[in-house]
């Protein structure tokens, strides 16, 4: 489905949220990636065979991360 330069990661791939955006809705909390994941605002994603997967990332302030 990615025809770029430097493909994106599949969408088996633990880093397929790094794929580029083929159609942002931030208006509806979700972008359609190259690889066929619908990616959340809430970073939950919907694979290109049904799967969804949860929320699975962590955000925490540099100043924490850093001690």
């Known amino acids: 489905m990615c025809s770029h330069v430097a493909p994106c990661p599949d969408s088996a791939s633990d880093q397929r949220d790094l794929a580029a955006v083929v159609s942002s809705h931030p208006e509806q909390g979700w972008s359609l990636l ?15 065979d049904g799967r969804a997967v949860a929320h699975h990332r962590d955000w925490r302030a540099p100043e924490l991360v850093a001690r």
């Not at 190259?34 to 290109?48: A, H, Q, T, W």
């Open 34 to 48: 190259c690889n066929g994941v619908v990616l959340f605002d809430d970073d939950g994603e919907l694979l290109p």
